[in-house]
């Protein structure tokens, strides 16, 4: 009988394995042993983290902001190094596992750009004093993907060696009533970094629209930005499990718009836009991007 513990060891240890196969294995095992810990760790890494501030420390990325003149293509925004502006070079990365993963093997993707909320779009232009035209977006190395799909392996396979040092391996998926009882005093240890907490990032946009206001969010028009997408992924050149997972995606974004929460509607159209760049067919995932990209320009 195969040792369920010890094949999750094998798959952290098999270069091709899935990193969401992984994940899903891992939060099984988890479940069956009743570690809440450890559930919640993996299902916030599955389903991707709701807010930035559940961000564990390992998912933030160094990033830094362009801003595209008309003229002269993409530049780099100056920004003073200190205070909050010091905060703005890191970014937590809320996305999926699977969204990551799709990013880290689309070959033709080096650096990854993202569109950012319109909150810190009008803080960087009067941070910085760009032109109101200009588009601005954030950009990352995406061997910085790599490392947080890395950190997440690497903390579960020194999750399910503990496990094996206490004896704890399942057979044929299921475990002993007293596997389950030393799994239940077992003391997880939480080596995946600190939580961000805190959002000075936040902070700062915050104290930029006290003083100008924001537009309210057109949530009809994101709507129609949803069913013009939905109209295109049904062509036959996009692959069926590419067209599953953005489907999932904009389930999720029509039930922010429901609630009218603006903030994760921004969010989630981020994660799609960059999603849809990595998709099979790169021809309708740009139209995608684009439309994105013009929608978040339209509520400036």
Do not use: H
Not at 24 to 33: C, M, S, T, V
């Amino acid at each position: 009988m195969s040792k369920l513990v010890i094949e999750l060891q094998k798959e952290c240890l098999n270069p091709k394995c899935s990193f969401s196969d992984l994940c899903q294995k891992a939060y099984f095992i988890a479940r069956k042993l009743d570690q809440d810990e450890m559930v919640e760790f993996l299902k916030k890494e599955i389903n991707g983290y709701p807010t930035s501030k559940e961000v564990p420390e390992y998912r933030n990325a160094n990033v830094f902001f362009k801003a595209r003149n008309p003229m002269r293509g993409w530049i780099p925004i100056q920004l003073p190094s200190k205070g909050t502006f010091e905060e703005l070079s890191t970014w937590p990365i809320t996305m999926s596992i699977s969204e990551i993963q799709t990013a880290v093997d689309n070959k033709d993707l080096q650096t990854i750009s993202m569109i950012i909320p319109l909150e810190l779009q009008q803080f960087l232009i009067e941070a910085a004093r760009i032109p109101n035209r200009y588009e601005i977006k954030m950009f990352f190395s995406k061997t910085q993907l790599v490392r947080i799909l890395n950190t997440i392996k690497n903390q579960i396979l020194d999750w399910a060696l503990n496990l094996e040092q206490k004896g704890i391996l399942g057979e044929d998926y299921e475990f002993s009533t007293k596997e389950k009882e030393i799994a239940k005093n077992m003391t997880i240890i939480n080596n995946y970094g600190n939580i961000n907490g805190s959002n000075v990032v936040g902070a700062a946009i915050n104290s930029t629209l006290n003083a100008n206001g924001v537009k309210e969010f057109d949530y009809e028009g994101a709507k129609k930005l949803l069913e013009s997408i939905k109209e295109l992924i049904k062509a036959p050149s996009v692959d069926e499990n590419d067209r599953n997972l953005l489907n999932t995606q904009i389930e999720k974004i029509d039930q922010k718009i429901n609630q009218k929460d603006s903030k994760s509607i921004g969010t989630l159209l981020n994660s799609l836009g960059v999603w849809a760049q990595s998709i099979t067919c790169s021809v309708i995932g740009s139209d995608i991007y684009n439309k994105i990209d013009a929608f978040l320009k339209t509520i400036q």
